[in-house]
């Protein structure tokens, strides 16, 4: 059944919703297309080469300005949205009274959104923005009396003001790009930034329930989260970054995938993350769980400290997922699933220690975690970056499992390791890390402290090899971690069984 461009069957004939937008009581849905019919029926184009391919209507002239139209004239304020795919300059447009009069929402090949007034043919730039860079972006264009608002991914961006254009048709827009757009919608609501309550007392809380499952073992036990603070739900990257932002203990109930802009975003203390379910997830950017980088050599009084983030798959984020950075301490990573990022998936360094990463599944990633950052860093890093790893399934990642410098000592038992073809756990440059319990298969250097760079210690007992997997290449004495926690370990023949079945989202 066509859901493009929202007609209303009467009598056989086919008519457009052309209720005009004054600000109703209640929010209306004008316009929808999603091309999946395969045509583009009801859009008036100008410039390009247009065509509907695969459900999406693809605009491919790489040189001068494209637009497509539709709608009526007579609509005043909205929100038009849009699926947009492009490496080059496109958007979307509202109050067009003709292809070269209207306002627009674009995002630029260099990563900027701009809200533009367009007239005669000329653009002039009424306000912009970093929007960082990725391959589809869900572009959101608010009018409403003379205000213009302009959302990327869920995420207010830039406003304005301007009454050039009193009314007039939506659009899609491209200059010298080739553009694709899917999921154009009209209607009278504005999308976030969420609701007004303040995210430090929200109501209600999450249909079900949310909270942290179990208790932090290892070198991060006697975390808590957001234990004794209120509980909010959040499912817009507007409501995601307002919370982890806000002040005192909250607990962060995260309902569905939320796309973030590129870029990493910063989570105060006293905080549970938490996804509801087995579908609950972050993509596009990362959290960053620490001060600002500076090359303070003690810890400062105000560190980040006290964080959860449970339950949560992480995908495709333009940096880390989750940096654990700048003295911060008492985090706990736990039951996570992380995949695809462009950098590592976890990395702890300048100075922060007392982190247990637990119970997560890491795969399709190369540079999976690394604790430490760089070999000069001996000043923040010696005497901290005190690690627990336990129970995680390092799946296919080839290096980085982690990687290790000057901390000790960093614990690394009951994880599985499976194919990972560059080295398992790699300690150096003064680090002590001791290596117990775990289950390698077919890892081509599962423990060494020689891998590249100065050389640290470590101790490998009780291990499982099986496959293809080398022999261990350990040296020195390092603390024992027993010395700062108890702890049980389990059968190291069973760990592959015990971490597959229980790690990653889903499985609390």
């Keep these: 059944m066509r859901k493009s461009p929202w007609i209303i069957a009467v009598a056989g004939s086919a008519l457009l919703v052309t209720a005009v937008l004054s600000g109703p009581a209640h929010a209306e849905t004008l316009f929808g297309d999603d091309f999946d019919d395969g045509n583009a029926d009801g859009w008036s184009r100008n410039g390009g080469a247009w065509s509907v391919v695969s459900g999406v209507y693809r605009q491919t002239a790489t040189?001068?300005?494209?637009?497509?139209?539709?709608?009526?004239?007579?609509?005043?304020?909205?929100?038009?949205?849009?699926?947009?795919?492009?490496?080059?300059?496109?958007?979307?447009?509202?109050?067009?009274?003709?292809?070269?009069?209207?306002?627009?929402?674009?995002?630029?090949?260099?990563?900027?959104?701009?809200?533009?007034?367009?007239?005669?043919?000329?653009?002039?730039?009424?306000?912009?923005?970093a929007a960082g860079a990725a391959t589809w972006r869900t572009l959101a264009l608010t009018v409403r009396g003379n205000t213009l608002t302009g959302h990327v991914d869920g995420v207010q961006l830039v406003q304005a003001t301007d009454s050039t254009f009193a009314s007039g048709r939506i659009g899609l827009v491209t200059t010298g790009s080739v553009a694709g757009f899917d999921d154009v919608t009209v209607d009278t609501t504005a999308p976030g930034p969420g609701p007004s309550t303040s995210p430090t007392s929200p109501t209600p809380p999450p249909p079900g329930g949310c909270a942290v499952t179990g208790t932090a073992t290892g070198f991060a036990a006697g975390t808590t989260g957001g234990a004794g603070g209120p509980t909010v739900q959040v499912d817009t990257a507007a409501e995601l970054l307002s919370s982890i932002a806000a002040t005192g203990p909250l607990t962060i109930c995260?309902?569905?995938?939320?796309?973030?802009?590129?870029?990493?975003?910063?989570?105060?203390?006293?905080?549970?993350?938490?996804?509801?379910?087995?579908?609950?997830?972050?993509?596009?950017?990362?959290?960053?769980?620490?001060?600002?980088?500076?090359?303070?050599?003690?810890?400062?009084?105000?560190?980040?400290?006290?964080?959860?983030?449970?339950?949560?798959?992480?995908?495709?984020?333009?940096?880390?997922s989750i940096n654990v950075q700048m003295f911060s301490h008492h985090v706990w990573i736990d039951h996570n699933d992380l995949a695809q990022g462009y950098d590592g998936l976890i990395d702890i360094k300048r100075g922060s220690s007392l982190v247990t990463v637990s119970w997560n599944h890491t795969h399709n990633h190369t540079k999976n975690m690394l604790l430490g950052h760089d070999d000069s860093n001996s000043a923040q890093d010696t005497g901290r970056l005190k690690v627990t790893y336990h129970h995680n399934w390092f799946d296919r990642t080839p290096q980085r499992n982690p990687r290790v410098r000057f901390g000790e000592p960093v614990h690394v038992y009951n994880n599985y390791y499976v194919y990972n073809t560059d080295t398992g756990v790699a300690c150096q440059n003064n680090a002590g890390c001791v290596v117990e319990g775990n289950y390698f298969e077919d890892v081509e250097e599962p423990v060494t402290n020689t891998y590249a760079g100065p050389a640290g210690r470590c101790v490998a007992r009780n291990n499982v090899f099986v496959g293809e997997s080398g022999a261990p290449d350990c040296s020195g004495t390092v603390q024992e971690p027993s010395t700062f926690y108890s702890y049980t370990l389990d059968d190291p023949n069973q760990v592959k069984s015990i971490v597959t079945a229980g790690s990653g989202v889903g499985r609390l």
């Design 63 to 129: 040189s001068g300005a494209a637009r497509a139209l539709a709608g009526t004239t007579s609509w005043t304020d909205y929100t038009v949205q849009a699926r947009v795919n492009t490496t080059g300059t496109a958007g979307v447009a509202a109050r067009a009274t003709s292809t070269s009069q209207y306002y627009t929402l674009v995002v630029t090949a260099a990563g900027t959104a701009q809200l533009q007034r367009v007239s005669g043919g000329t653009a002039t730039v009424l306000g912009s923005a």
């Design 254 to 320: 995260v309902a569905g995938t939320i796309t973030l802009p590129a870029g990493m975003y910063d989570v105060t203390s006293d905080k549970s993350i938490v996804g509801i379910g087995s579908t609950a997830g972050i993509t596009g950017g990362g959290l960053n769980i620490g001060l600002p980088v500076s090359e303070v050599t003690a810890p400062p009084a105000n560190a980040v400290h006290n964080v959860i983030v449970q339950n949560l798959s992480f995908r495709n984020a333009s940096d880390d």
